[in-house]
């Protein structure tokens, strides 16, 4: 199995469907058996979207949602004051 840090896919501004292609490749040719997806702020719907369309699109059948994580993280915004911006992890998994 490749490093945990391989597994993760942060989604940010890029095309939707370069997250998507991104868990497929890590579950067939990687052949990780876990994949986490990341987000954070406005973000979270599009990791959502990536997840779900991943799992029922793509790699229907083979692969599910384990766990969904949500929080809070603490950062600066570009006037350096604090902010606190909502986060998600959504963890995927390949079915036994």
Same mark, same amino acid.
């Given at each position: &199995?490749?490093?945990?840090? @391989?597994?993760? !896919?942060?989604? #940010? +501004? +890029? %095309?939707? &469907?370069?997250? $998507?292609? #991104?868990?497929? &490749? =890590?579950?067939?040719? =990687?052949?990780? @058996?876990?994949? $986490?997806?990341?987000?954070? #702020?406005?973000? /979270?719907?599009? %990791? $959502? @979207?990536?997840?779900? /369309?991943?799992?029922? +699109?793509?790699? @229907?059948n083979q692969i599910e949602v384990k766990d969904i994580q949500i929080d809070l993280e603490d950062l600066e915004n570009k006037n350096q004051k604090p902010?606190?911006?909502?986060? !998600?992890? !959504?963890?995927?998994? +390949?079915?036994?």
């Open positions: &199995m490749s490093d945990e840090k @391989d597994n993760v !896919i942060f989604v #940010g +501004k +890029k %095309a939707f &469907m370069n997250y $998507v292609s #991104g868990v497929v &490749m =890590q579950f067939t040719t =990687q052949e990780a @058996d876990e994949i $986490v997806v990341k987000a954070r #702020g406005n973000n /979270i719907s599009r %990791a $959502v @979207d990536v997840a779900l /369309i991943s799992s029922t +699109k793509f790699l @229907d902010v606190k911006v909502s986060t !998600i992890e !959504i963890t995927l998994v +390949k079915k036994k």
